[in-house]
């Protein structure tokens, strides 16, 4: 296989162009951003009687943005009208800041300092947030990189009630989304699954948190048998990744511990997807490892004080070499048996062996993240995850919080019993295929059978990855889950 060359430098830097750093006070030099309530115009001192006319008008026709030119500077006044800083009230926010950062790359600017006249700090991060985001590129692969980069570097706050601690934080956690972006984006020619192991590996120690990597034999070893089997039809070997996240102080005593499907690219093997369009955007298929170490990454540069260990099972599914047939039983590393009458449903067969492993950490709550069944995507769309599990109610209404904080929403599905009796088969303990209905729930109830503590799955078959950019979220991967996570872990374990 070629191997790419790219420095982990580069591929952090792309991710980190944006700087977002707090300021004593408005910069002149910089195109500004003035957040304020649409009826508090008293409170833009700045303004001379006829621009204050000018901006009654602006506001009584409803303009979500209203812009001033002086001195070859552009200054964006964002009028809001006062309510509570709900979920709602931030996306708009995130989203006005993704336009206004469409404007400030066109008209060539370097730097932008946001004033915040509202009294509500969340509104100047999310905006800071919105910005960062949507400032995102990958350009690897294009000769002409420099030029077309985007000419917006740093994000300045100059709001009183934010500190350096939050723009840092805030930062780290837009960063870590940004990682699990560029990696998701990295095709398969690139990040091979001994490639995102290596991956994996710089980011724990540019972050702070240790890396331990499985190769084939060791994987062999542990009977990793759902990982080799998916991993049989591949020339690349498999690997099973270890990150932990321990600090002196932790809060918890049982780790939260985070797994991610690693498939680095999902042919479906000898059950081979119907192309053109089902393979398409298959690369993404190790969004949920992506997740797993944005979401350590971000825990990890923020020092918060709990416990977190991240898995991630790594492989491509193709239809090579000794690939798995269907029919194939196939032993997971609990002894479970499995028929495989579908070699496309591998992204279970690999969290199998994953979620086994967990068991030995006791987890406080494991949480598995995975692009893992198209119905996911039928049932909700591409705006919301599919959760299910079977940790305790107000922990799923935690998860689901953070989710709607962040706007990576999810919709919960029931685990009843009668899904998982469409994964009995005939010759073995399980098969890896349910019915033609809510294929997410019965892939959840396969799941299920491999965990002994409380369980969250998220299915993100739907937001992680995009053809189209949507406001701050950029065409190809988005990173989904990174943000939820962190949320999660920092409001309800800190
Ligand atoms: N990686 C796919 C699921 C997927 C679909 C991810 C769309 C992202 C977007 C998964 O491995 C898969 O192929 N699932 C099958 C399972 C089926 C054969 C039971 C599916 O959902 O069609
Ligand atoms: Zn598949
Ligand atoms: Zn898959």
Redesign the pocket.
């Known amino acids: 296989m070629q191997v790419a060359l790219i420095t982990f430098e580069q591929l952090i830097d792309q991710a980190r162009m944006t700087h977002i750093k707090s300021a004593k006070s408005t910069l002149l030099n910089a195109s500004g951003i003035t957040i304020f309530y649409n009826d508090e115009l008293a409170k833009l001192t700045d303004l001379d009687k006829q621009q204050l006319s000018f901006f009654k008008k602006e506001i009584e026709q409803e303009k979500d943005v209203i812009t001033l030119q002086e001195l070859g500077l552009y200054n964006y006044y964002l009028p809001l009208k006062k309510e509570a800083a709900t979920a709602e009230a931030l996306e708009k926010v995130r989203m006005k800041g993704a336009s206004l950062l469409a404007s400030l790359n066109g008209s060539k600017s370097s730097e932008v300092c946001i004033t915040n006249l509202t009294g509500e700090k969340e509104l100047s991060l999310a905006l800071a947030e919105g910005m960062a985001l949507a400032n995102y590129q990958f350009l690897k692969y294009f000769k002409d990189k420099k030029k077309r980069q985007n000419s917006l570097t740093t994000i300045h706050i100059a709001d009183k009630y934010v500190t350096a601690k939050d723009a840092e934080s805030l930062q780290h956690v837009v960063e870590a989304t940004l990682v699990a972006r560029t990696l998701i984006n990295e095709p398969v020619s690139f990040l091979s699954a001994v490639q995102f192991s290596k991956e994996m590996q710089k980011v724990g120690k540019e972050s702070g948190f240790s890396v331990k990597v499985l190769g084939k034999k060791e994987i062999e070893a542990k009977k990793m048998g759902g990982l080799l089997a998916v991993n049989a039809g591949s020339i690349d070997p498999p690997t099973f990744t270890i990150m932990e996240y321990k600090p002196e102080k932790a809060r918890n005593k049982k780790p939260i511990v985070l797994v991610g499907?690693g498939?680095v690219f999902?042919t479906?093997g000898l059950s081979l997807k119907p192309t053109p369009n089902s393979m398409d955007e298959?690369k993404c298929?190790m969004s949920g490892g992506a997740a797993v170490v944005g979401a350590m990454m971000a825990v990890a540069k923020n020092q918060l004080p709990v416990h977190v260990i991240g898995l991630v099972p790594a492989t491509d599914?193709r239809p090579g070499m000794n690939a798995v047939c269907p029919q194939d039983v196939i032993t997971i590393s609990d002894g479970t048996t499995v028929e495989v009458l579908n070699t496309?449903?591998?992204?279970r067969l690999i969290l199998a062996d994953a979620l086994v492993w967990a068991q030995q950490y006791k987890p406080e709550v494991c949480i598995d993240l995975?692009?893992?069944t198209g119905a996911a995507v039928r049932a909700i769309g591409t705006y919301a995850s599919a959760v299910m599990g079977t940790a305790e109610r107000n922990v799923m209404d935690q998860l689901a919080e953070s989710g709607m904080h962040v706007w990576e929403r999810t919709v919960q599905f029931p685990l009843w019993k009668d899904y998982g009796d469409e994964m009995k088969s005939d010759i073995a303990d399980l098969k890896n295929l349910g019915g033609a209905y809510a294929g997410q729930i019965s892939a959840a109830k396969f799941l299920e059978h491999f965990t002994d503590y409380p369980w969250i799955h998220i299915d993100i078959a739907g937001p992680a990855y995009s053809n189209s950019a949507s406001g701050y979220r950029t065409k190809g991967g988005s990173g989904v889950g990174v943000r939820m996570l962190y949320d999660f872990i920092h409001k309800n374990y800190c």
């Open positions: 499907k498939v999902d479906g298959m298929d599914n496309d449903a591998e992204g995975a692009t893992l």
